[in-house]
C-alpha cells in the first residue's frame, strides 16, 4: 500500500508551467504547460520527436529548462527528501547495468530509496517476474522484461506518483493489457500517473485525460470525452448509396469511410433514419475507434503548416 501525502501539500500533484527547452536555435519544448492531478492517469502523446521525453527529464530534474518550471507536490524534484519515495519514474528501461540480476537491480534501488523489508519481493511478484526470471542477468532479458524491471524499480518506493516514458514498448498485447490494470488500480488508489506513449489507441483505453503535443508544443489537451465528442458515427449497411442520400435528406454530413459511411451524428438518429428510410445496416457505432489518432494527425499537420508559413514569412521579412 501506498503512503499518502503529506499535510499542507498542494492539490495538483504534477504541474507543468510553461516550460521550455532550447538547444541554440532548435526548440525542443515550446511553453508547454498542463497539470496532473490525484487519481488520475494522464496520456502524454506525440510521434517520435515530438519533445515527449524531453519534458519528462525536466520534470524529474535531468534536464534543465530554459524557462518555465515543473513541480512535484508544489516543489521542483530535485528538492523533494528521497525523491524515489514521492516519485516512481521510468524514462528508459534500458538504462539498467547489464551484468547484475534483475533481483540484485530492485534490491539496490529499495536500499538507496530506503524502501521496507520485503518490498523487494513485492514488486517483482506485481509486475510478473518469476524469482527464476529475476536471477537472470540482465543482459539477457527481452526488452518487455526490462520494461517489468523498470516499472517495478520505479514502485519499489512506493510512491505517489509515476512518470512512465513509453513504458507499453517491447510488450505484447497480454502484457499491455496488464500494464494498463497496473496503472489504473494505481490512479483508483489515489495514484497519479504521467504516462507518456507514441501509441494513441492504447493510452486512450486508460487515460482520464490527455496532453497531446506536436513540434514542442500542446496541441490538445481535456478529458478523453472531451476530445473524441462530436466525431460522429461509422455506419455499414445494405445500400449505402441509398443510406447516404436519406441521412444528407436530413441535415447529416456524410463522407465515404472504409468498408462504410462516416456521418457527422449520433449513431441513435443514423439508426432512426436508416429504419425510416428502410434500409437494412449491417454495423453501426460510435466514430471513436482510430477518433484520437485523426485528431492528432489533423492538429499536428495543422501546426506544421503554420510553422512552414511563419519561417516563409520570417525569411521573406529577412530578404525585404
Same mark, same amino acid.
Given at each position: 500500500?501506498?503512503?499518502?501525502?503529506?499535510?499542507?501539500?498542494?492539490?495538483?500533484?504534477?504541474?507543468? !508551467?510553461?516550460?521550455? %527547452?532550447?538547444?541554440?536555435? $532548435?526548440?525542443?519544448?515550446?511553453? @508547454?504547460?498542463?497539470? #496532473?492531478?490525484?487519481? %488520475?492517469?494522464?496520456? $502524454?502523446?506525440?510521434?517520435?520527436?515530438?519533445? %515527449?521525453?524531453?519534458?519528462?527529464?525536466?520534470? @524529474?530534474?535531468?534536464?534543465?529548462?530554459?524557462?518555465?518550471?515543473?513541480?512535484?507536490?508544489?516543489?521542483?524534484?530535485?528538492?523533494?527528501?528521497?525523491?524515489?519515495?514521492?516519485?516512481?519514474?521510468?524514462?528508459?528501461?534500458?538504462?539498467?547495468?547489464?551484468?547484475?540480476?534483475? =533481483?540484485?537491480?530492485?534490491?539496490?534501488?529499495?536500499?538507496?530509496?530506503?524502501?521496507?523489508?520485503?518490498? #523487494?519481493?513485492?514488486?517483482?511478484?506485481? #509486475?510478473?517476474?518469476?524469482?527464476?526470471?529475476?536471477?537472470?542477468?540482465?543482459?539477457?532479458?527481452?526488452?518487455?522484461?526490462?520494461?517489468? *524491471?523498470?516499472? /517495478?524499480? +520505479?514502485?519499489?518506493?512506493?510512491?505517489?506518483?509515476?512518470?512512465?516514458?513509453?513504458?507499453?514498448?517491447?510488450?505484447?498485447?497480454?502484457?499491455?493489457?496488464?500494464?494498463?490494470?497496473?496503472?489504473?488500480? $494505481?490512479?483508483?488508489?489515489?495514484?497519479?500517473?504521467?504516462?507518456?506513449?507514441?501509441?494513441?489507441?492504447?493510452?486512450?483505453?486508460?487515460?482520464?485525460?490527455?496532453?497531446?503535443?506536436?513540434?514542442? =508544443?500542446?496541441? /490538445?489537451?481535456?478529458?478523453?470525452?472531451?476530445?473524441?465528442?462530436?466525431?460522429?458515427?461509422?455506419?455499414?449497411?445494405?445500400?449505402?448509396?441509398?443510406?447516404? +442520400?436519406?441521412?444528407?435528406?436530413? &441535415?447529416?454530413? @456524410?463522407?465515404?469511410?472504409?468498408?462504410?459511411?462516416? #456521418?457527422? &451524428?449520433?449513431? !441513435?438518429?443514423?439508426?432512426?433514419?436508416?429504419?425510416?428510410?428502410?434500409?437494412?445496416?449491417?454495423?453501426?457505432?460510435?466514430?471513436?475507434?482510430? /477518433?484520437?489518432?485523426?485528431? $492528432? *494527425?489533423?492538429?499536428?499537420?495543422?501546426? +506544421?503548416?503554420?510553422?512552414?508559413?511563419?519561417?516563409?514569412?520570417?525569411?521573406?521579412? @529577412?530578404? +525585404?
Amino acid at each position: 500500500m501506498r503512503r499518502g501525502r503529506t499535510a499542507g501539500e498542494g492539490g495538483a500533484m504534477i504541474q507543468i !508551467e510553461h516550460l521550455t %527547452k532550447r538547444y541554440g536555435s $532548435f526548440t525542443a519544448v515550446d511553453d @508547454v504547460s498542463f497539470t #496532473v492531478e490525484p487519481g %488520475k492517469v494522464v496520456g $502524454f502523446l506525440g510521434p517520435n520527436g515530438a519533445g %515527449k521525453s524531453t519534458a519528462m527529464r525536466m520534470l @524529474v530534474g535531468l534536464t534543465p529548462a530554459t524557462s518555465g518550471r515543473a513541480l512535484v507536490h508544489g516543489r521542483p524534484y530535485r528538492l523533494l527528501e528521497q525523491p524515489g519515495r514521492h516519485v516512481g519514474v521510468m524514462l528508459d528501461a534500458s538504462a539498467q547495468h547489464p551484468g547484475r540480476t534483475g =533481483r540484485e537491480v530492485i534490491r539496490l534501488a529499495a536500499i538507496q530509496m530506503g524502501a521496507r523489508r520485503g518490498r #523487494v519481493d513485492e514488486v517483482l511478484d506485481l #509486475v510478473g517476474l518469476t524469482p527464476k526470471e529475476s536471477s537472470r542477468r540482465v543482459r539477457n532479458y527481452s526488452l518487455g522484461m526490462r520494461q517489468r *524491471l523498470g516499472l /517495478a524499480a +520505479a514502485l519499489v518506493g512506493e510512491p505517489e506518483v509515476l512518470v512512465l516514458d513509453e513504458p507499453a514498448n517491447g510488450l505484447d498485447p497480454q502484457g499491455i493489457h496488464w500494464m494498463r490494470t497496473l496503472l489504473r488500480d $494505481f490512479a483508483d488508489d489515489g495514484g497519479t500517473v504521467l504516462l507518456s506513449s507514441h501509441l494513441l489507441h492504447e493510452v486512450q483505453v486508460i487515460a482520464d485525460e490527455l496532453v497531446m503535443i506536436g513540434h514542442g =508544443r500542446v496541441v /490538445a489537451q481535456g478529458s478523453v470525452e472531451e476530445l473524441l465528442s462530436g466525431r460522429g458515427s461509422r455506419v455499414r449497411s445494405a445500400d449505402d448509396e441509398r443510406l447516404a +442520400a436519406a441521412l444528407r435528406e436530413q &441535415g447529416l454530413e @456524410v463522407t465515404a469511410a472504409a468498408g462504410g459511411l462516416q #456521418v457527422a &451524428g449520433e449513431s !441513435e438518429v443514423v439508426g432512426r433514419v436508416a429504419l425510416a428510410a428502410g434500409v437494412p445496416l449491417v454495423s453501426l457505432a460510435a466514430a471513436s475507434e482510430g /477518433a484520437l489518432e485523426e485528431i $492528432f *494527425l489533423e492538429l499536428t499537420s495543422a501546426q +506544421a503548416r503554420s510553422g512552414q508559413d511563419q519561417a516563409a514569412q520570417d525569411r521573406a521579412e @529577412v530578404a +525585404a
